[in-house]
Every structure is written in C-alpha cells, then in structure tokens.
C-alpha cells in the first residue's frame, strides 16, 4: 500500500530553526510536495522536490533522497504566523498526491 | 505563483438541496483537477480527479451520482453536491494541475465551507 509518514504535532521556540521529517512509500514517484495549512484555509504550496538534493526558498528549505523515501521541510528564523499544520504528499505514478496527514507546528514565543 | 478560486467561499443549505461550487484557474490552463474534502482534523482526502472534455474518475466510496463533476473547459470545474444531507457538511477544495514550465505543481483554491442543516 501506499503510505506518508510525519510527526503528528512539533513544538518549536521563535527564532530558532525546525526540522519536519516525511518519510514514503507509494507506488511510482512523480516529486514531493510540502504544504502548508493555517487552521479553516486550504492549504499553500511551499515546494516541490523530484531530484535528490536541497531546495532553499527563503526562510524554507526542503530535502529529498529518493533512495531513502525521505524528505524534511526545514524551517528557520521562525515567526509566530508560522504556526500552522505541515503536509508532505508525494505525487505517485498515476499522477495523483498521496497526502500525509500532516504535522501541527507550534510556536511558542 | 499561479492563482485558483473557488466559489461560493461559505455555503449554508437546506438538506435535500443541491449546491454547486466552481473551481477556476485563472491564470493557466487546466486540463486536470482534484477535488479534495477535508473534514475537521483530518487530512484531505481526494474525492476525484476531473478531466477536461471527459468524465471525472471517482475514489472508491464517493458516489458519482451524489458528487457530480463537470470540466466544461481548460479553467473551469464544477462540484455538485446532490441532494445534501448534514454528513456532506465539510470543507471542500480544488486544486488545479499545471503543467507549464515543465514543472509539475498542483494549485489549491481557498476551499469551500459546505454546511448543510
């Protein structure tokens, strides 16, 4: 079966950096995505990844080894408003996303 | 990046009637898009992928007869909701798949509140 995995919730400090690990099996790959999602809003893209390597946009970066089925959004300088919930989702080969259920980051001054 | 809207943003109905929402891209063209309902807490969930000038594929448990699904152009996909009944109460959402640059990327529009009393 196809399967995403992350932490359910992540607790951080402002100012410091996260890290958000998510780990997949599906069948075919097509490029992970990380989204994120304020409370009662659909989520934002924030990245795309489908070769090996780091991607840095800003305050965000996110990682990705095919080899291993492994990403992690990486979040630095953090902000209060970036206290959101965090969705990885792998695109399979049928083109479809395989959503993780996502990770509830907390920020606390 | 490119823009997706969704209308009505609220919804507020009667069981027993019929909403539609709409799903546009504005700024690409569309030749395939989700529908996503994501309820309190939970992930998203896809309902169907729809596909312009032909029928949308549905997940197994949504009903196609309840869910109706038009892509009557490269910019536009509708959702019906038939005969609503409170359990169809959710947050639905439509992302809008483009394919420019050659770089995969799926658009969200802002989502739909569907409350049925």
């Known amino acids: 079966g196809q399967n995403i995995d992350q932490p359910t919730e992540m607790t951080a400090t402002e100012g410091a950096i996260v890290q958000i690990n998510c780990t997949y099996q599906?069948?075919?790959?097509?490029?992970l995505f990380w989204y994120q999602q304020h409370a009662g809003e659909a989520p934002t893209f924030l990245s795309y990844?489908?070769l090996d390597g780091l991607e840095e946009k800003g305050r965000f970066s996110s990682f990705l080894s095919r080899s291993k089925g492994y990403s992690y959004l990486l979040l630095k300088e953090l902000q209060m408003k970036d206290s959101a919930s965090y969705l990885c989702?792998?695109?399979?080969?049928?083109?479809?996303?395989?959503w993780g259920a996502g990770t509830k980051l907390i920020i606390k001054p | 990046g490119a823009v997706v809207s969704q209308h009505p943003s609220r919804v507020i109905c009667k069981s027993g009637t019929s909403v539609k929402i709409e799903c546009r891209s504005l700024?690409?063209?569309?030749?395939?898009m989700f529908w996503y309902r994501q309820f309190p807490k939970q992930s998203l969930m896809l309902m169907a992928t729809?596909?312009?000038?032909?029928?949308?594929?549905?997940e197994q448990g949504v009903e196609k007869d309840k869910f109706l699904i038009n892509h009557a152009s490269l910019t536009l996909s509708t959702l019906t909701v038939t005969s609503a009944h409170p359990e169809d109460s959710s947050f639905y959402i439509c992302?809008?798949?483009?394919?420019?640059?050659?770089?995969?990327?799926?658009?969200f529009g802002p989502g739909t509140r569907l409350l049925v009393l």
């Open positions: 992302s809008a798949r483009d394919l420019t640059n050659k770089k995969e990327t799926q658009y």
């Open positions: 700024d690409f063209q569309a030749t395939t």
């Open positions: 729809s596909n312009e000038g032909s029928k949308a594929t549905y």
């Open positions: 599906t069948s075919g790959f097509n490029g």
């Open positions: 990844n489908v």
């Open positions: 989702a792998v695109m399979d080969s049928n083109y479809q996303l395989i």
